[in-house]
């Protein structure tokens, strides 16, 4: 039972232009949500969180976006640049649980 | 480079068999995490230890043990291997040493697993 859903596996943007990758998930008591980054043949890289108290959380060019009411997430990548290319995981937990649940990812590729 | 280290990287054996996959955290972490991505899935949580001690377990076959040892560094056994077992593994490290599961985790480059 996948709890943490990225429906997308891949999204081609131009450069200079938005990147928005989504995120669902399933879990009412989920309450803090991370994104990592993954370059081929490397493990993924912490990018970014956002814990439930919040709705949106920036850092540099990467926001990440919470609707708690529809269990979704989103990050946005502004602009998007060729090095961003890479797999995005989302991940979320709960306070009360004792693990990361995982999306499969989604492959950006930023044209230069 | 996130200063966890893996060895292997690449490892191919034949269904039956047993591996032994090793991990060392980044200097000063005290937790280690595994994970295994299977083609098309998430990253799938298996164990964490801090300090030598397991500290929770997630999606981890019985065929599958781990252990973290005094100088931190941490091995996955993986026994009576199966087609289904091929995966990437990672392991994880975090910081702060009290093992909360909101500390940032650092990532290996991960072994990948081929059973024959």
């Known amino acids: 039972d996948q709890q943490v859903k990225q429906n997308s596996p891949s999204l081609s943007v131009q450069e200079g232009r938005i990147s928005i990758l989504n995120c669902d998930y399933t879990?009412?008591?989920?309450?803090?949500f991370l994104w990592y980054k993954k370059y081929p043949a490397e493990g993924p890289t912490f990018l970014i969180s956002i814990s439930s108290i919040k709705d949106k959380n920036e850092d540099g060019r990467f926001t990440v976006f919470l609707n708690k009411s529809a269990k979704h997430l989103s990050l946005h990548i502004v602009p998007s640049q060729p090095g961003d290319s890479a797999v995005y995981f989302c991940?979320?937990?709960?306070?009360?649980?004792?693990?990361?649940?995982f999306g499969t990812g989604t492959s950006l590729t930023v044209i230069p | 480079d996130s200063g966890v280290t893996q060895t292997p990287k690449h490892l191919i054996t034949a269904t039956g068999q047993r591996v032994t996959l090793r991990c060392s955290p980044r200097?000063?972490?005290?937790?280690v995490y595994w994970y295994q991505q299977s083609l098309d899935q998430g990253l799938q949580f298996l164990i964490q230890y801090y300090n030598g001690e397991e500290r929770a377990k997630g999606n981890i076959l019985e065929r599958f043990s781990a252990q973290q040892f005094p100088d931190l560094h941490s091995e996955l056994n993986l026994s009576s291997l199966e087609l289904g077992d091929s995966a990437l593994y990672f392991c994880?490290?975090?910081?702060?040493?009290?093992?909360?599961?909101?500390?940032?985790?650092?990532f290996g480059p991960g072994t990948r697993l081929l059973v024959l």
């Open positions: 994880a490290s975090s910081s702060r040493g009290s093992g909360a599961l909101q500390e940032t985790q650092y």
């Open positions: 200097s000063g972490d005290l937790s």
């Open positions: 991940a979320a937990s709960a306070e009360t649980g004792n693990q990361f649940y």
């Open positions: 879990n009412s008591m989920f309450d803090y």
